[in-house]
Protein backbone atom coordinates (compact mmCIF):
# COMPACT_ATOMS: atom_id res chain seq x y z
CA UNK A 1 0.00 0.00 0.00
CA UNK A 2 2.89 2.29 1.10
CA UNK A 3 4.77 1.66 -2.66
CA UNK A 4 1.17 2.54 -4.36
CA UNK A 5 1.01 5.61 -2.51
CA UNK A 6 4.75 6.65 -3.46
CA UNK A 7 3.81 5.91 -7.07
CA UNK A 8 0.32 8.19 -6.94
CA UNK A 9 2.58 10.70 -5.68
CA UNK A 10 5.45 10.44 -8.08
CA UNK A 11 2.74 10.31 -10.87
CA UNK A 12 1.20 13.69 -9.45
CA UNK A 13 4.83 15.35 -9.23
CA UNK A 14 5.40 14.53 -12.92
CA UNK A 15 2.05 15.98 -14.49
CA UNK A 16 2.29 18.88 -12.07
CA UNK A 17 5.67 19.48 -13.32
CA UNK A 18 4.81 18.92 -16.99
CA UNK A 19 2.17 21.11 -16.50
CA UNK A 20 3.31 24.34 -14.83
CA UNK A 21 6.96 24.68 -16.21
CA UNK A 22 6.72 26.41 -19.17
CA UNK A 23 6.35 24.69 -22.58
CA UNK A 24 9.00 25.39 -25.18
CA UNK A 25 6.61 26.01 -28.67
CA UNK A 26 7.80 26.79 -32.20
CA UNK A 27 7.28 30.32 -33.08
CA UNK A 28 3.53 30.75 -34.67
CA UNK A 29 3.92 33.80 -36.28
CA UNK A 30 5.52 33.70 -40.10
CA UNK A 31 7.66 36.82 -41.47
CA UNK A 32 8.73 37.18 -45.01
CA UNK A 33 11.07 39.13 -46.75
CA UNK A 34 8.70 41.65 -49.05
CA UNK A 35 10.86 44.18 -50.63
CA UNK A 36 11.98 47.49 -50.55
CA UNK A 37 10.00 51.32 -50.50
CA UNK A 38 10.21 54.80 -49.72
CA UNK A 39 9.88 54.60 -45.43
CA UNK A 40 7.15 56.62 -44.02
CA UNK A 41 8.40 58.93 -41.44
CA UNK A 42 5.73 58.36 -38.32
CA UNK A 43 5.67 58.92 -34.65
CA UNK A 44 7.68 56.21 -33.83
CA UNK A 45 10.80 57.27 -35.93
CA UNK A 46 10.53 60.39 -34.53
CA UNK A 47 10.92 59.20 -30.89
CA UNK A 48 12.87 56.51 -31.17
CA UNK A 49 15.62 58.82 -32.80
CA UNK A 50 15.59 61.24 -29.42
CA UNK A 51 15.68 58.34 -27.29
CA UNK A 52 19.36 57.96 -27.08
CA UNK A 53 22.36 59.21 -29.10
CA UNK A 54 23.07 56.10 -30.63
CA UNK A 55 19.59 55.94 -32.25
CA UNK A 56 19.83 60.23 -32.97
CA UNK A 57 23.03 59.91 -35.19
CA UNK A 58 21.33 56.55 -37.03
CA UNK A 59 18.15 58.07 -37.66
CA UNK A 60 19.70 61.49 -38.88
CA UNK A 61 21.77 59.03 -41.15
CA UNK A 62 18.88 57.63 -42.70
CA UNK A 63 16.86 61.00 -42.82
CA UNK A 64 19.87 62.09 -44.96
CA UNK A 65 19.63 58.70 -47.18
CA UNK A 66 16.37 59.19 -48.20
CA UNK A 67 14.07 57.43 -46.02
CA UNK A 68 14.81 54.01 -47.04
CA UNK A 69 12.27 51.45 -45.85
CA UNK A 70 12.08 47.78 -45.93
CA UNK A 71 8.91 45.87 -46.16
CA UNK A 72 8.07 42.63 -44.24
CA UNK A 73 5.22 40.38 -44.38
CA UNK A 74 3.99 38.56 -41.32
CA UNK A 75 1.60 36.54 -40.41
CA UNK A 76 -0.08 35.67 -36.87
CA UNK A 77 -0.31 31.91 -37.17
CA UNK A 78 -1.60 31.50 -33.19
CA UNK A 79 -5.15 30.95 -32.31
CA UNK A 80 -4.94 34.84 -29.99
CA UNK A 81 -4.45 38.33 -30.51
CA UNK A 82 -0.98 39.65 -30.35
CA UNK A 83 0.57 42.87 -30.79
CA UNK A 84 4.20 43.72 -32.48
CA UNK A 85 6.95 45.43 -30.35
CA UNK A 86 7.61 49.15 -32.61
CA UNK A 87 11.05 48.28 -32.29
CA UNK A 88 12.80 45.68 -33.87
CA UNK A 89 16.42 44.76 -34.36
CA UNK A 90 18.86 43.90 -37.57
CA UNK A 91 21.27 41.33 -37.35
CA UNK A 92 24.27 41.47 -39.49
CA UNK A 93 26.67 38.41 -40.21
CA UNK A 94 30.02 40.74 -39.19
CA UNK A 95 28.51 42.69 -36.90
CA UNK A 96 26.58 43.52 -33.96
CA UNK A 97 23.13 43.88 -33.66
CA UNK A 98 21.23 47.33 -33.86
CA UNK A 99 17.51 48.41 -33.34
CA UNK A 100 15.64 49.84 -36.11
CA UNK A 101 11.47 51.31 -35.46
CA UNK A 102 9.03 49.98 -37.20
CA UNK A 103 7.52 52.67 -39.38
CA UNK A 104 3.92 51.89 -39.71
CA UNK A 105 3.07 51.22 -36.22
CA UNK A 106 0.99 53.24 -35.20
CA UNK A 107 1.64 53.72 -31.67
CA UNK A 108 4.14 53.00 -29.06
CA UNK A 109 1.40 49.60 -28.55
CA UNK A 110 3.05 48.36 -31.15
CA UNK A 111 1.20 46.75 -34.54
CA UNK A 112 -2.38 44.83 -33.20
CA UNK A 113 -2.35 41.70 -35.66
CA UNK A 114 -5.53 39.28 -35.30
CA UNK A 115 -5.04 35.43 -35.51
CA UNK A 116 -5.19 34.08 -39.09
CA UNK A 117 -4.24 37.79 -39.68
CA UNK A 118 -1.20 38.95 -42.47
CA UNK A 119 0.30 42.66 -41.89
CA UNK A 120 2.76 44.35 -43.04
CA UNK A 121 5.63 45.58 -40.98
CA UNK A 122 7.78 48.57 -42.73
CA UNK A 123 11.42 48.84 -40.68
CA UNK A 124 13.44 51.94 -41.18
CA UNK A 125 16.77 50.70 -43.60
CA UNK A 126 19.31 52.09 -40.79
CA UNK A 127 22.82 51.73 -42.12
CA UNK A 128 23.91 48.03 -41.62
CA UNK A 129 26.05 45.51 -43.89
CA UNK A 130 24.92 42.35 -45.57
CA UNK A 131 23.60 39.98 -45.44
CA UNK A 132 21.49 40.93 -42.72
CA UNK A 133 18.07 39.27 -40.83
CA UNK A 134 15.40 41.20 -38.82
CA UNK A 135 14.08 40.40 -35.65
CA UNK A 136 10.42 41.29 -34.08
CA UNK A 137 9.24 40.72 -30.98
CA UNK A 138 5.62 40.05 -29.71
CA UNK A 139 3.31 39.43 -27.21
CA UNK A 140 -0.19 37.76 -26.30
CA UNK A 141 -2.69 40.55 -25.90
CA UNK A 142 -5.36 39.73 -23.40
CA UNK A 143 -8.26 38.10 -24.00
CA UNK A 144 -11.89 40.10 -23.56
CA UNK A 145 -13.50 36.80 -21.56
CA UNK A 146 -12.83 37.50 -17.48
CA UNK A 147 -12.23 33.71 -16.89
CA UNK A 148 -9.52 33.23 -19.67
CA UNK A 149 -7.98 36.67 -18.63
CA UNK A 150 -7.90 35.33 -15.32
CA UNK A 151 -6.00 32.11 -16.74
CA UNK A 152 -3.84 34.29 -18.83
CA UNK A 153 -2.54 36.33 -16.24
CA UNK A 154 -2.45 33.32 -13.98
CA UNK A 155 -0.18 31.33 -16.21
CA UNK A 156 1.71 34.42 -17.17
CA UNK A 157 1.18 34.08 -20.71
CA UNK A 158 0.40 37.80 -21.06
CA UNK A 159 3.87 38.73 -19.76
CA UNK A 160 6.10 36.84 -22.12
CA UNK A 161 7.64 38.02 -25.06
CA UNK A 162 8.39 36.10 -27.83
CA UNK A 163 10.98 36.90 -31.05
CA UNK A 164 10.98 35.57 -34.44
CA UNK A 165 13.64 36.35 -37.18
CA UNK A 166 13.40 36.39 -40.38
CA UNK A 167 15.43 34.47 -43.27
CA UNK A 168 18.86 36.16 -44.07
CA UNK A 169 18.73 39.11 -47.02
CA UNK A 170 21.44 39.59 -49.38
CA UNK A 171 20.26 43.10 -51.12
Not at 14 to 27: D, E, Q, T
Not at 97 to 125: D, F, H, K, R, Y
Request: charged share 10%.
Amino acid sequence: MKRLLLTLAAFLAMVCAVWFFPRSKPSALGIGFAGFTNGVVGPIALTFGALTTNNAAAVRAWLAAGTNGTVFMVTNQHSYAMDIFPVARIYATNAGSMETPLLNAPTWSGIPLLPGQTTTVQVAELPHSKPWRLAIIYHRRQSSGWARSMAESLSGALTATHSVQSDWIDK
